[in-house]
């Protein structure tokens, strides 16, 4: 077999057999193939698609590239749960802890920051002391113990993946349907979850933009999940505005808290109970609605935060922090930024991922691989799409240790919120929901 007849028959709008995605994974990951052609093969793959038989061969083959984690020695359902990626989202460090308070067991490798995306171990790593990094059997005791671990993911868990998705990078082969399902579900299948809660995001600052696009992904996502025997559904969810107030690490974490006390923006609390609600149903704890119901409960009740506390603790971190957020060291430079329009309108929309490059620039996120964060940076954001706002009123503040950072931050602030005399229409927070053979669009 030879690889230029592969990209040869893509290039050509023709399927590969599951024997040829075999062998181009396979010799990619071991080096016999170079990056020039595997390149080609991508953008191939890009312009002409594959069909949900090629996309399942090509999940396989890249989740069984590394370990499988088998997660048999853990009593109970696993629920995993994965974004596609976006400004602010917190979510899981709320959700998992609404799960595991009802039995559900969550195992969970997550990612760090991606371009302006936030990511939930550099979120955790913001409390002092927390660890991220711990071996299998460590790994299985806190979860046995607390029902949650979140920890980074294992450096041989989809090695196929790893080295697809850097050349993904910088071939601009990142946006692919096919690719970006099989890169997600290559990860969560190999991570050995019995049901997969996605969360595919939509709009300005996610990697999918139109709804249609995001629909399509989904119901990759879930076939692939569903055939390889994991109970799979997927949300579609807003990423036209960041999801809470707060993004940036130490920051995001004391919104955890808030919201975990019962007094979130409204925004992220609603999400986060459809999401944990969905998890408790993919764990069979009832309908949809009853479901829903049981998270409102856990986060009212204060049992949700009692949870997160276990786990900090579980995990090597401070719990003071966590009863007394007000101990998470305070940048120290602040700068409000100023509506300077001369308008008395509404906010008309954002652009998210402007934002959050802004965050970035701020010290939050990394510009390079090798960057250290800077956990109290970030934004607090004072005004969302919807709201009354009129020259002068504070948009937001900014916050860093780097004091030269915040003016071409508020410069990429100013130029991500958008003004307009009219109130913008409503938009929902969950559009879609995609379960094997049924989407019910909200
Ligand atoms: N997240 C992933 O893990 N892979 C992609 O391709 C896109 C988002």
């Known amino acids: 077999m030879r690889m230029y007849d592969l990209i040869h028959k893509k290039r050509n709008n023709q399927q590969l057999t599951d024997e040829e995605i075999k062998f181009m994974i396979n010799n990619y990951v071991n080096g016999g193939i170079p990056d020039y052609q595997m390149s080609a093969m991508l953008m191939a793959i890009y312009f002409n698609g594959m069909n ?102 294992s450096g041989n868990l989809a090695p196929a993946d790893k080295k697809l998705y850097a050349l993904r990078d910088v071939t601009a082969t990142v946006e692919s349907i096919p690719l970006i399902a099989a890169s997600i579900m290559s990860k969560k299948l190999a991570a050995g979850s019995d049901c997969i809660l996605l969360d595919v995001k939509t709009g300005s600052g996610a990697f999918m933009k139109t709804l249609d696009d995001s629909i399509a992904l989904a119901q990759k996502m879930v076939t692939i999940g569903e055939n390889c025997g994991r109970k799979t559904v997927a949300l579609i969810t807003d990423m036209d505005i960041p999801l809470g107030n707060n993004i940036g690490n130490s920051l995001e974490i004391k919104e955890v808290i808030e919201t975990l006390k019962g007094n979130g923006p409204k925004d992220l609390t609603e999400i986060c109970i459809k999401l944990a609600g969905n998890m408790l149903y993919l764990a069979d704890k009832g309908t949809i609605e009853q479901c829903e119901n049981l998270a409102k409960e856990a986060i009212e009740k204060g049992y949700a935060l009692n949870k997160l506390i276990e786990i900090v603790e579980a995990q090597g971190g401070d719990i003071q922090y966590i009863k007394n957020p007000e101990k998470f060291e305070k940048s120290k430079y602040s700068l409000d930024v100023i509506l300077e329009d001369n308008i008395d309108g509404y906010i008309s929309g954002m652009d998210t991922e402007g934002l959050g490059i802004a965050s970035t620039m701020l010290g939050a996120g990394r510009e390079t691989k090798d960057d250290n964060i800077d956990f109290s940076a970030g934004i607090i954001l004072n005004k969302k799409v919807g709201d009354k706002v009129k020259k002068g009123d504070i948009l937001c503040t900014l916050y860093t240790n780097d004091k030269n950072k915040l003016e071409s931050a508020r410069k990429k602030v100013i130029s991500s919120i958008f003004t307009d005399k009219n109130k913008p229409k409503d938009i929902p927070l969950v559009f879609a929901r995609v379960e094997k053979s049924k989407i019910e669009k909200f």
């Open 52 to 153: 949900d038989r090629e996309i399942s061969t090509m999940t396989n083959v890249m989740a069984q590239s590394g370990d499988m984690v088998d997660l048999s020695s853990i009593e109970g359902i696993k629920v995993d749960k994965h974004s596609t990626g976006g400004v602010g989202d917190k979510t899981t460090l709320i959700i998992a802890p609404v799960v595991a308070y009802y039995g559900v067991k969550v195992a969970k490798m997550s990612g760090r920051g991606l371009g302006h995306t936030g990511g939930t171990v550099d979120k955790m790593e913001a409390i002092p002391g927390l660890k991220t990094n711990f071996s299998q059997e460590e790994f299985f005791n806190i979860v046995n113990k607390t029902g949650i671990s979140v920890i980074g993911q």
